[in-house]
């Protein structure tokens, strides 16, 4: 039997879909309050568990029958204050699943990690598994967590279990509705008018699932994949949606000093209503940089073909606009 975690996320739902239709026993580990999507909600052979990450003995009874272990669940936040709460999460969570799996000899575990683990480009070059990531003030809680989460598949990898790690870029696809990437995808339809100067690699949500299955069922081990379909600036990504919705692209390039104040007004905000709001300087740093990512080794080590930016793009507004 396959465990899943993160399975109500937007990853997790299309990882358990593709798995189901290849007739996979699964068990889905949830919180008590989350809720089911819909692409799984009608669906009667999932066996759901409720068990939080950080419960050690409810993860190891959850554990029990299960022979592979895909890990999707992670805190995703760019708020300081989440900092603690993501860090447990996100690396002493991923270290007791994997104490779990060394226990019960679990035969293949697959980590789900980012492209926020990776190290920096040098020089325009492509980013790849190879670059060094390296600790520095401009180094989100984020990319910090999902780093030292990889440090510890790699030293359960040392310890003899069979893992595997992908990065995917920023993941997109219709289920996502209006959260996450989707949001952008709203934003974009109700007029934004402003775009970023920096670059960023995007991938189908689809495309993430069925390279993690062909990556379960290699026997490549110990090792990490960048799951990137295509590198667009973030000029021509919001220009794509917008046509795509028949709306004129964002015209307005905006500058590292408006965002800055941007930030500030929101933290004065904050201060004052008590109102969260998505913008922090992590993001306003991260707007700005120009990545690129190469997907030649998932590409070689698979033979894999991506689906274009453009059709998932035209996908996702169909969906949008027919919801």
């Known amino acids: 039997m396959i465990l899943v975690t993160g399975a109500t996320g937007f990853l997790g739902s299309e990882l358990i879909r593709q798995l189901l239709l290849r007739g996979e026993k699964i068990r889905a580990i949830k919180r008590d309050t989350s809720r089911i999507p819909q692409i799984l909600a009608e669906q009667k052979d999932i066996e759901w568990y409720n068990a939080d990450i950080l419960d050690y003995f409810a ?45 019960k000899n679990i035969q293949r575990f697959l980590h789900v990690s980012s492209i926020a683990a990776l190290g920096e480009s040098k020089k325009g070059k492509l980013i790849t598994e190879k670059n060094h990531w390296e600790f520095g003030s401009g180094q989100s809680t984020y990319s910090i967590s999902k780093y030292k989460s990889e440090m510890e598949v790699f030293r359960a990898a040392a310890e003899g279990l069979n893992a595997v790690i992908v990065n995917p870029s920023i993941i997109i696809g219709k289920n996502a509705g209006k959260e996450g990437s989707g949001q952008l995808f709203e934003s974009i339809r109700t007029g934004l008018n402003y775009f970023p100067g920096g670059s960023c690699g995007y991938v189908d949500v689809a495309d993430v699932a069925k390279s993690m299955i062909l990556l379960m069922e290699s026997t490549i081990s110990d090792e990490r994949f960048i799951i990137n379909s295509e590198n667009l600036t973030y000029k021509e990504f919001f220009s794509n949606i917008a046509l795509k919705f028949g709306k004129k692209p964002p015209a307005i390039a905006l500058k590292p000093w408006m965002m800055y104040i941007a930030w500030l007004g929101s933290r004065v905000v904050t201060f004052l209503t008590g109102k969260r709001f998505g913008l ?16 030649e080794k998932i590409k070689k080590a698979l033979n894999f073909n991506f689906k274009s930016v453009d059709e998932s793009i035209s996908e996702i507004c169909l969906h949008l606009k027919n919801s």
Do not use: W
């Not at 895909?70 to 708020?79: D, E, G, M, R, V």
């Not at 922090?280 to 120009?290: D, H």
């Open 59 to 103: 993860l190891s009874e959850a554990m029990d029958g299960i022979s592979h272990v895909y890990h999707c669940a992670a805190l995703i936040s760019f708020n300081p204050k989440d900092k603690k709460e993501m860090l447990k999460v996100n690396v002493e969570g991923t270290s007791n699943l994997l104490n779990i799996c060394m226990g």
């Open 280 to 295: 922090s300087a992590e993001t306003v740093r991260s707007a700005f940089k120009k990545q690129m990512y190469s997907n």
